[in-house]
Each structure stands twice: as C-alpha cells, then as structure tokens.
C-alpha cells in the first residue's frame, strides 16, 4: 500500500493529465508517483464472417500509421459503451446495434490510469465516416489468420488490438 | 503523415518525459500532440512446466495491487534483453540462462512512444530477490489454465501479462 500524502498537479493538457505526488509507502518512506491521468478509452473489435476491421493511422509519439482497432477516448461522463458505438461510425462508418463486451485492461500500469475498454461488433452496417479534421484513417477487413501472423511477425503492434483480437480468437469473454 | 513543426518540452521527470509538440498535418493544417516519453519496457513470462510466474505489486496509478509478470524499464543504452534478465533477478530471484523474443508491443499508442519488449524464460536458477527500497512484490507460479482464466474474468487486466500470455499459448513468436 502506498498512501498519498500530496497531490502535485504538474500539467493540465486536452487529453493527459501529469501528476507527480508524494507518497508514503508501507516500509514508512516517503517517495514520489509520476503518472498521467486519461479518462480511458474504448476499441471496437468489429467481425464479419472470417475477417476483422483494421484501421491504420499516423501515431505521433511513435512517428509512423501504425495497425489498430477502431477507438476513442471516452468523454467525461460518457459510458464506454456509448463511446465504442460512436467510434466504430466517426472512424469507420460502421452502425453496430449492440456490442458484446470484451473487458477491459489496463496498458502501461507503472505510469497511467488509463482503463481501456474492449468491445465486439458482430453486426453492423455501413453509414458514413466523420472523422476529426486532423485525422486520416484508412480502414480494411483483413482475415483473422492473417491478423495472427501479423501479431507474430511484429505488424500488429498495438496492445488493444493484439488484446482484443487474442481474447476473442481464445474466447476469453 | 504528420511534421514536428516545434517542440514543446513541459516537464521532464524520473520515468517519464511530457511533451506538448507542434505538427503540420498533411491538410496542411497546424494542430498540437501531447505525448509521453518513455524509455521502454522489459518483461518476462517466465515458465515452468504448466506453470507461470505472476507477481502482485501496488500500482499507485490505479491505488491497487495488481497481478502483473516481472518486468522493468529499459535503462538509457541498456538491451531489453539485459534488462529482462536484470528484473527477473531483481524482482523475483531468478538466474535465467537464456530468454526467448517473445515480439514487442506498444501499450498505449496515442500518447506514449513506450514500447515494451517481451521474453520467455524456460531455464532458470532461484538466487536472491534485490527490491528496489520501495517496491514490494509478490510472486508465485500459476497453472496457465488458471492465468487464461484470470484473462477471461478480469483478474488480470495488465497489458504486458496478457500479451505475453497470450502471445505464448498462440505460439506467436
């Protein structure tokens, strides 16, 4: 156990949130947390016959379009529920009527509180994309033994996509 | 694609560093990307017969404890191999004499340039744990029937263990 003993906001931005508080840790030591608070995310793992939806996008922190699963960040408020739904049609232009849910986890523990929510569309229709302005994605169904090999080679990179995909092809939900 | 037009350095601290940049984007719009440096991660699934070794530690983003396998950051120069090699002994106590690539894998791609690097370990020796003076672990063997599912209903929620898991019981390295 580790107790907060003082919150020390260091930067409020539009999507992270960076702490660097005090803590008093079981051993009677002070020390200090770094992490990023995030509201959390929620992906949309989306199934037609033997294939699955895969976006690719440009990654700033990483400086390439890396292999995902459409998602967003969960508004303040918002159900992650409600959040997948909307990605999957803003992204991809996909209406899904219902989602089934593929649990959450949690991506970089040491550093963020970020809780990622994962979901499968199994049915779903086409509407239209609304992207961001600054976004550019590129989406393409790509067959789920195709997606594992890209898994084992290094392709797919990206852990809610790995995560999701792993899940369901072991039916872990 | 997106250019770095400034960079905008906010903090830099112990673990992490948070920067604010400015990019072209190829509207040719300017627009502004908060992200996290990170000097990556190393992490071990370290196997014995039907068994894995799983480690509880308190994560102070989330305020639990949480069931993760052992792992650490990179040090700046340092190989992840080594790096894994290094944390399994620091944490858990065991002398690996090899490890195998298990791939690597980006935890959260939208703000963090982290990625982290995963090995198995199938021969390997008990030596002597060396904490860091505030961590406290602890691990213990689990049937991977078990850890598979811990998956499934949410006992394990970290990125890195359900990847290496996952990874391992798919043969995808």
Same mark, same amino acid.
């Given at each position: 156990?580790?107790?907060? +003993?003082? *919150?020390?906001?260091?930067?409020?931005?539009? /999507? /992270?949130?960076?702490?660097?508080?005090?803590?008093? =840790?079981?051993?009677?030591?002070?020390? &200090?947390?770094?992490?990023?608070? #995030?509201?959390?995310?929620?992906?949309?793992?989306?199934?037609? !016959?033997?294939?699955?939806?895969?976006?690719?996008?440009?990654?700033?922190?990483?400086?390439?379009?890396?292999? *995902?699963?459409?998602?967003?960040?969960?508004? /303040?408020?918002? !159900?992650?529920?409600? +959040?997948?739904?909307?990605?999957?049609?803003?992204? =991809?232009?996909?209406?899904?009527?219902?989602?089934?849910?593929?649990?959450?986890?949690?991506? +970089? =523990?040491?550093?963020?509180?970020?809780?990622?929510?994962?979901?499968?569309?199994? *049915?779903? *229709?086409? +509407?239209?994309? #609304?992207?961001?302005?600054?976004?550019?994605?590129?989406?393409?169904?790509? &067959?789920?033994?195709?997606?594992?090999?890209? /898994?084992?080679?290094?392709?797919?990179?990206?852990?809610?996509?790995?995560?999701?995909?792993?899940?369901?092809?072991?039916?872990?939900?």
């Amino acid at each position: 156990m580790e107790k907060q +003993t003082k *919150e020390n906001l260091i930067y409020k931005g539009r /999507i /992270i949130t960076l702490y660097n508080d005090e803590v008093l =840790c079981s051993n009677g030591r002070l020390a &200090k947390r770094e992490y990023v608070h #995030h509201n959390g995310g929620a992906a949309i793992l989306a199934v037609k !016959d033997d294939e699955i939806l895969l976006i690719k996008q440009f990654r700033y922190p990483y400086r390439k379009e890396i292999y *995902e699963i459409p998602a967003g960040k969960i508004e /303040i408020g918002e !159900d992650p529920y409600e +959040t997948a739904l909307r990605e999957l049609e803003e992204e =991809c232009g996909y209406k899904a009527s219902t989602l089934v849910n593929l649990g959450s986890f949690y991506p +970089t =523990c040491g550093y963020s509180d970020e809780v990622i929510y994962l979901y499968l569309a199994k *049915e779903y *229709e086409k +509407t239209s994309t #609304h992207f961001d302005e600054d976004e550019e994605i590129e989406a393409e169904f790509v &067959k789920i033994d195709d997606a594992l090999k890209m /898994i084992k080679d290094g392709t797919i990179k990206d852990s809610k996509t790995i995560i999701a995909i792993l899940k369901y092809v072991n039916s872990l939900y």
